[in-house]
C-alpha cells in the first residue's frame, strides 16, 4: 500500500487542534518537528535521553506530519484538512505561514518513519512512556509503565500538555477514586489514573476513532476493568460525584464544560486542565474559579500551562 505524507508548517500554539484535525481526518498518527527541541536544556531528573537530529527540523516554525492511504478520496480529505485548519483563525489560534506539502511513501517507509521518533521516555517520576515494540526494564521497583503505539493514535504522551497532567494525577489520585477524563483521545491520562490506583475511570471522547483507540490502549495496558470507554460530547448527560475531572483539551472548548465540572466533582475533589497556552492561562482560571474552584497550583512547562483547582 502506498501512503501520502501530509506535512504542515504552522506554530507551536496550532500543534494540539491540528493534531486533532488530523486524527479525525484518518491519520494514524503525526509526527511533531520543533526546533525548540534543538536548543532547550534538559532536566536529567527523570532520566530522560536525547538524540536528536538537526536536519528532522524546520528552521523556523513547527511541522506537523501525517500519513493518510492513497485512494480515490485523498484530494478531498486533504482539502478538507485545509479548510479546518484555516478555521482555526476563528478561535484566534495562530497558525502561522500554514505551508501545506504532500508527499508520497510505500508502507515500508511509513512504518520506519515513525520508529525513528519514538523511544522510552520517563516523563515523571513514576512514570515511563515505552513504544510497544521496544523492550524496556523498568529501573526502580515502583516505576509505571505505559504501552502506547504512536500508529494508533495522534501523540505519543510526551507532549508536555499530556505530561503535566500526568504529573497533576500523580499528585491528586488517590484509591479507589472515580476519575473522568474528558477528551480522552489516546486514552493516556485513563490509564495513568487506573494504574496510580483510582477504582473507576470514565474516558470519554465526542470522535468515534479515538473512542476505538482508547480502548484498545487501555487494553493493551491491562486498566480494562477499572477504565471504560464512551462516545460523549464533554460532559454533557454526565452523573456527579466524581473525585477528579481531568481534561487536555483546547481552552476555548474548557472554557464550555467547567461549569459542569464545577456540577459534577465532589466538595474537595479536582478538576485538572491543560492544553492551555500561556496567553490564555488567566481566562481559563477565571472560568475554573467561577465554576466553583480554588486554584491549588499552576504548573508550566514550555509555552504551556494546566491547572490544578479544587472543588470548594
Known amino acids: 500500500m502506498k501512503w501520502s505524507e501530509i506535512s504542515i508548517l504552522t506554530t507551536n500554539e496550532a500543534v494540539e487542534p491540528i493534531s486533532n484535525i488530523l486524527h479525525e481526518a484518518g491519520a494514524s498518527g503525526v509526527v511533531i518537528e520543533d526546533p525548540v527541541e534543538l536548543s532547550k536544556e534538559r532536566e536529567d531528573q527523570f532520566g530522560e535521553i536525547y538524540q536528536l537530529n538537526p536536519d528532522d527540523y524546520p528552521e523556523e516554525g513547527v511541522v506537523i506530519k501525517a500519513y493518510l492511504p492513497v485512494n480515490s478520496f485523498l484530494g478531498e480529505t486533504v482539502d478538507e484538512i485545509k479548510e479546518a485548519i484555516n478555521n482555526l483563525i476563528t478561535y484566534n489560534i495562530d497558525i502561522g505561514k500554514n505551508t501545506v506539502s504532500i508527499s508520497e511513501v510505500n508502507e515500508e517507509e511509513w512504518a520506519t518513519a515513525w ?25 526502580h521497583t515502583d516505576e509505571l509503565i505505559i504501552e502506547l503505539d504512536p500508529g494508533m493514535a ?7 500538555t499530556t505530561v503535566m497532567c500526568i504529573q497533576a494525577l500523580e499528585r491528586t489520585v488517590k484509591a479507589d477514586d472515580y ?26 471522547d465526542l470522535d468515534d ?12 495496558n491491562q486498566a480494562q476493568e477499572i477504565a471504560s470507554v464512551s462516545q460523549n460530547n464533554l460532559l454533557d448527560g454526565v452523573e456527579g460525584g466524581a473525585d477528579i475531572v481531568v481534561a487536555n483539551i483546547l481552552a476555548e472548548v474548557i472554557l464550555r464544560f467547567a461549569d459542569n465540572a464545577g456540577r459534577i466533582v465532589k466538595k474537595g475533589g479536582f478538576f485538572i486542565t491543560s492544553g492551555i497556552i500561556q496567553q490564555k492561562k488567566e481566562v481559563v482560571k477565571d472560568a475554573v474559579i467561577n465554576a466553583g ?6 504548573i508550566a512547562m514550555e509555552d504551556w500551562v494546566a491547572i490544578i483547582a479544587k472543588k470548594r
Open 209 to 220: 476513532v479515538a473512542v476505538q483507540v482508547a480502548k484498545e490502549n487501555i487494553k493493551l
Open 293 to 298: 474552584f480554588d486554584i491549588e497550583e499552576i
Open 115 to 139: 520508529k525513528k521518533y519514538y523511544n522510552p521516555v520517563k516523563i515523571s517520576e513514576k512514570f515511563t512512556i515505552v513504544p510497544t515494540w521496544e523492550d524496556y526494564t523498568p529501573v
Open 154 to 160: 495522534f501523540g505519543t504522551g510526551t507532549h508536555p
Open 179 to 204: 476519575v473522568i477524563d474528558v477528551g480522552t483521545g489516546s486514552g493516556v491520562l485513563s490509564i495513568a489514573a487506573a494504574k496510580l490506583g483510582a477504582g473507576q475511570v470514565m474516558a470519554l
